[in-house]
């Protein structure tokens, strides 16, 4: 019998895999939950201050990834998460995001040029 974990966190999130699994599978079930449920709940253990939103957000940045295999059972991806923390991931397991930006011709956005602006300015007051 399987314990219940005590993280709050545990069966939001393993009820979102659930569903993005169905989702992506013509809603075959997510296979072995038991090792999935171990998995997330050894990866919440490890990473207690990562808020339930930002995960759930790395689940769904997972399945819109582009060359990942989405029947992959969910046990054996799980401590992969933080990897889709800035979005999903191009078939070579680069950011989306840094992709359409170059065919966009190179723009930042506001929150890139603040960061840049002072990370010159801090190095000039050295």
């Given at each position: 019998m399987m314990k219940i974990s005590p993280d709050s966190r545990h069966h939001t999130l393993?009820?979102?895999?659930?569903r993005l699994y169905?989702?992506?599978?013509g809603?075959?079930?997510?296979?072995?939950?038991?090792?999935a449920a171990k998995a997330l709940k050894d990866f919440l253990?490890?990473?207690?201050?990562?808020?339930?939103n930002i995960l759930i957000a790395c689940c769904r940045n997972r399945f819109a990834s582009r060359g990942v295999n989405?029947?992959?059972?969910?046990?054996?991806?799980?401590?992969?998460?933080?990897?889709?923390?800035r979005g999903p991931?191009?078939?070579?397991?680069?950011?989306?995001?840094?992709r359409r930006r170059k065919a966009e011709g190179g723009k930042r956005?506001?929150?890139?040029?603040?960061?840049e602006y002072w990370k010159k300015r801090m190095e000039l007051n050295r």
């Open positions: 393993l009820c979102e895999i659930d169905r989702a992506a599978n809603e075959l079930p997510m296979p072995l939950p038991g090792r253990d490890e990473n207690p201050k990562w808020p339930l989405l029947a992959l059972p969910p046990h054996a991806w799980i401590c992969t998460l933080p990897q889709y923390a991931l191009d078939e070579w397991g680069k950011p989306l995001e840094d956005s506001a929150d890139e040029m603040v960061e």
